[in-house]
């Protein structure tokens, strides 16, 4: 080897070395101010319970409405020792689950069956806004009549909110495809089936992706909403108990309860979400 070229592959080194550690330092300057925030998030958290408990011990709200951090926890933790709470969260989970995974699938599908036929989307716009406006709540006295008083009713409550929302989104983002990559595909001679699966699907990806997240929030809705009016099990169940016998202890909890288990949803989700955008 030449001293030209043993010059160059030194040089060659030193810029990957520079470049490595340009990355490393700035991997560490991310995780730290990731780590800074996380602490001003948990610092936030505690001053919040802190303020509560202090406003209820020293009479400023009324406790028998407002409750306090400690009653609510030791209430929690009676209730996980005497086994009365985790099947009320697991039949609300598996609800929402079944809820969220329906819902994106078939609002997924309607989308694609819209976006396929120009007169269907035509015909069906306007019936779609209307649902999409049309308070949902209203619809559940009807499931319960048509399907019964069971998870069926709270099943398709759940479905009226998360299947519209779904289409609406992923639809909209078909609709936004930039049409050069539509152009392409057809000059090369693809049909409708290859326009959409080579250039539709691939470019809407992230859109139907972050519908995921938005569907988690969704499912929850109406997966507690469904309780409300008919469970005799769940979350919503649990709240509803607790304004009949006046424990707003329980209601609470309960409340405390669904924002954790919905936030590992919520996180799960969008740890799917940064994994599969990852290896496209």
């Known amino acids: 080897m030449s001293?030209?070229?043993?010059?160059a592959r030194?040089?060659?080194?030193?810029?990957?070395?520079?470049?490595?550690q340009v990355h490393q330092q700035f991997l560490a300057a991310r995780k730290k101010k990731t780590n800074y925030i996380r602490l001003v998030q948990l610092a936030i958290l505690l001053m919040?319970?802190?303020?509560w408990e202090m406003a209820a011990r020293l009479k400023w709200i009324d406790v028998l409405l407002f409750?306090?951090?400690?009653?609510?926890f030791k209430l929690l933790w009676d209730k996980l020792l005497d086994g009365s709470l985790l099947p009320?969260?697991?039949?609300?989970?598996v609800e929402t689950i079944i809820g969220f995974v329906l819902g994106t699938l078939f609002g997924t599908a309607l989308a694609v069956v819209i976006w396929w036929s120009p007169f269907l989307s035509r015909v069906l716009d306007p019936y779609i806004v209307v649902l999409n406006s049309m308070p949902k709540v209203a619809l559940g006295p009807l499931f319960i009549v048509g399907l019964g008083p069971g998870l069926l009713s709270i099943i398709a409550t759940t479905l009226s909110i998360t299947v519209i929302i779904t289409t609406l989104v992923v639809y909209g983002s078909f609709k936004e495809v930039d049409q050069n990559y539509v152009k392409v595909v057809t000059l090369f001679g693809g049909n409708q089936r290859k326009v959409f699966l080579k250039a539709i699907l691939p470019a809407s990806f992230p859109a139907i992706v972050s519908t995921l997240k938005v569907n988690v929030g969704l499912a929850w809705i109406g997966v507690i909403v469904g309780e409300f009016l008919v469970s005799q099990m769940g979350l919503g169940y649990l709240?509803?108990?607790?304004?009949?016998?006046?424990?707003?202890t329980l209601v609470i909890s309960t409340l405390f309860v669904i924002a954790?288990?919905?936030t590992v949803m919520y996180q799960i989700v969008s740890n799917?979400?940064?994994?599969?955008?990852k290896h496209r």
């Open 48 to 51: 919040f319970f802190s303020f």
């Open 88 to 93: 009320h969260v697991g039949v609300t989970v």
């Open 10 to 20: 030194l040089n060659e080194n030193a810029d990957d070395t520079l470049i490595n």
């Open 3 to 7: 001293d030209g070229q043993q010059q």
């Open 272 to 277: 799917l979400e940064k994994r599969m955008t």
């Open 260 to 262: 954790i288990v919905a």
């Open 67 to 72: 409750s306090y951090p400690t009653k609510v």
């Open 239 to 248: 709240i509803i108990y607790g304004f009949q016998v006046f424990n707003f």
